[in-house]
């Protein structure tokens, strides 16, 4: 086997032989650089088949060695390494074409591993790695909020398969963040002056699923008074993004695969075939492998839209993102309400960490949300706080008595209404304020008018 050979820059003398003495345990020849300029300088007169940098290094640091490296030898992948990990470097360094970025402190093994893909995939795709060196505008990604592993995992995730044109699965429960991650992937993507088009599933009704994604021609059925283009044509050059794909009805499956298989539609009721050229991103809280076990999902659209898979973590499994997340909604929230920021007292922000949010981050919003609109005082105690569908109650009654209290029915309508007026009587937005579809919304509200 030829030797591979990587550079290890770091302006500590002992962790650049600490990291030197991992590579070589790792079968690598190391060899150590204690700045970006003479980094540099070995880098040009000599090959290496991997760079290992520390992100802080004084008034040159890992992003400028990084950006230098690309422009010398896009194929050579650059590991960045940093002590202060967060969401918003890890974007910007996956973006800039880093092949990974590391917290430390670094674990052997996990570096022996990291290595050995770095190097082989320099190896397969060395004429084939690009990377982009216009100044992208800001994205969905500015608003991404968190700095655990698993959020650090999952974006870095995000952002290589934005630079591709492969179908996406994006997996998650309600309320993670699937459609703002394929937002992001439509943003930072070449599609991105194009259409991004997003459609949950759930949301149509069984008869027009068809007629929604691929259009209709005028005459096709009762109330086809005029031709209409469907989700497919709509998105024409841009990206697809159909959330819930697991609940798709098994008939219009086979259409999907078909189109998405030959990027050509046939409209309902028409006879001509049009041609679309659309980057498919899929996303759903299913288990889709179970379904498909169950004959509920087909294998071959399956595999057709997992081509790539981004898994966005629960908020229970990454409680140390709950205080800053709090913040960020709260200041956002009260910015478009032109209130003074409320700043949480000790005690409601440990009843945010202990809750275990079966809604997620758009149920920490909405929570937030509340907070800003109903809250006019500048600390925010636990009782105040809208977990659920009843208000948290730091005092809880003596067991010996019991209070009258009202109905969980009276309060889910209470809820409800409050929701209804906070977004005009837009029934579509409060769905989704709730976490429900449009249509259950509507039949509670028919089952709110009827007398029991």
């Given at each position: 086997?030829?030797?591979?050979?990587?550079?290890?820059?770091?302006?500590?003398?002992?962790?650049?032989?600490?990291?030197?003495?991992?590579?070589?345990?790792?079968?690598?020849?190391?060899?150590?650089?204690?700045?970006?300029?003479?980094?540099?300088?070995?880098?040009?007169?000599?090959?290496?088949?991997?760079?290992?940098?520390?992100?802080?290094?004084?008034?040159?640091?890992?992003?400028?060695?990084?950006?230098?490296?690309?422009?010398?030898?896009?194929?050579?992948?650059?590991?960045?390494?940093?002590?202060?990990?967060?969401?918003?470097?890890?974007?910007?360094?996956?973006?800039?074409?880093?092949?990974?970025?590391?917290?430390?402190?670094?674990?052997?093994?996990?570096?022996?591993?990291?290595?050995?893909?770095?190097?082989?995939?320099?190896?397969?795709?060395?004429?084939?790695?690009?990377?982009?060196?216009?100044?992208?505008?800001?994205?969905?990604?500015?608003?991404?909020?968190?700095?655990?592993?698993?959020?650090?995992?999952?974006?870095?995730?995000?952002?290589?398969?934005?630079?591709?044109d492969a179908s996406v699965l994006i997996l998650g429960?309600?309320?993670?963040?699937?459609?703002?991650?394929?937002?992001?992937?439509?943003?930072?993507?070449?599609?991105?002056?194009?259409?991004?088009?997003?459609?949950?599933?759930?949301?149509?009704?069984?008869?027009?699923?068809?007629?929604?994604?691929?259009?209709?021609?005028?005459?096709?059925?009762?109330?086809?008074?005029?031709?209409?283009?469907?989700?497919?044509?709509?998105?024409?050059?841009?990206?697809?993004?159909?959330?819930?794909?697991?609940?798709?009805?098994?008939?219009?499956?086979?259409?999907?695969?078909?189109?998405?298989?030959?990027?050509?539609?046939?409209?309902?009721?028409?006879?001509?075939?049009?041609?679309?050229?659309?980057?498919?991103?899929?996303?759903?809280?299913?288990?889709?492998?179970?379904?498909?076990?169950e004959g509920r999902f087909r294998e071959d659209l399956y595999y057709r839209i997992n081509v790539?898979?981004?898994?966005?973590?629960?908020?229970?499994?990454?409680?140390?993102?709950?205080?800053?997340?709090?913040?960020?909604?709260?200041?956002?929230?009260?910015?478009?309400?032109?209130?003074?920021?409320?700043?949480?007292?000790?005690?409601?922000?440990?009843?945010?960490?202990?809750?275990?949010?079966?809604?997620?981050?758009?149920?920490?919003?909405?929570?937030?949300?509340?907070?800003?609109?109903?809250?006019?005082?500048?600390?925010?105690?636990?009782?105040?706080?809208?977990?659920?569908?009843?208000?948290?109650?730091?005092?809880?009654?003596?067991?010996?008595?019991?209070?009258?209290?009202?109905?969980?029915?009276?309060?889910?309508?209470?809820?409800?209404?409050?929701?209804?007026?906070?977004?005009?009587?837009?029934?579509?937005?409060?769905?989704?304020?709730?976490?429900?579809?449009?249509?259950?919304?509507?039949?509670?509200?028919?089952?709110?008018?009827?007398?029991?």
């Open positions: 086997m030829n030797e591979t050979r990587v550079l290890v820059v770091d302006d500590k003398d002992i962790v650049a032989r600490t990291l030197a003495t991992m590579v070589q345990k790792n079968g690598h020849t190391a060899v150590t650089s204690h700045s970006v300029v003479d980094a540099l300088r070995l880098f040009d007169e000599q090959p290496f088949d991997a760079v290992l940098s520390d992100v802080k290094m004084g008034a040159l640091g890992g992003f400028d060695l990084l950006k230098r490296i690309k422009e010398r030898a896009p194929n050579v992948p650059v590991i960045l390494i940093t002590g202060e990990a967060t969401v918003v470097d890890a974007m910007e360094a996956m973006e800039a074409g880093a092949y990974d970025y590391l917290s430390k402190p670094v674990r052997n093994d996990v570096l022996g591993q990291l290595l050995k893909r770095a190097i082989e995939h320099k190896r397969l795709v060395a004429r084939e790695v690009a990377t982009s060196r216009s100044d992208p505008a800001p994205t969905a990604f500015t608003d991404i909020i968190g700095h655990s592993a698993l959020m650090l995992d999952a974006f870095k995730r995000v952002a290589r398969a934005a630079r591709s429960e309600h309320g993670t963040g699937k459609e703002r991650v394929a937002r992001a992937l439509h943003e930072k993507s070449a599609r991105s002056d194009h259409p991004f088009v997003a459609v949950n599933m759930p949301s149509l009704a069984t008869g027009i699923v068809e007629s929604e994604l691929f259009g209709h021609r005028r005459g096709a059925f009762t109330d086809a008074s005029a031709n209409r283009q469907g989700l497919f044509e709509q998105a024409n050059g841009g990206t697809l993004f159909l959330d819930e794909i697991g609940d798709l009805d098994p008939q219009v499956q086979v259409k999907l695969l078909r189109a998405i298989q030959e990027q050509r539609i046939k409209p309902v009721g028409g006879n001509e075939e049009i041609a679309v050229d659309i980057r498919l991103v899929a996303a759903t809280n299913r288990d889709l492998p179970r379904l498909v076990r790539m898979t981004i898994a966005l973590p629960p908020l229970r499994d990454r409680r140390d993102d709950i205080p800053e997340l709090a913040d960020y909604f709260l200041a956002r929230y009260a910015a478009k309400a032109g209130k003074p920021v409320p700043r949480l007292s000790p005690e409601a922000l440990e009843v945010l960490v202990r809750h275990n949010w079966p809604g997620n981050v758009r149920e920490m919003e909405n929570v937030t949300q509340g907070v800003v609109q109903f809250c006019d005082d500048a600390v925010v105690t636990p009782d105040q706080l809208m977990l659920g569908a009843v208000r948290f109650d730091a005092t809880p009654a003596s067991p010996t008595t019991v209070p009258e209290m009202p109905s969980l029915r009276q309060k889910m309508d209470e809820y409800v209404q409050e929701v209804l007026t906070m977004t005009g009587g837009n029934h579509t937005q409060a769905a989704r304020v709730l976490g429900i579809t449009r249509r259950t919304l509507q039949r509670m509200a028919v089952k709110r008018r009827t007398p029991e």
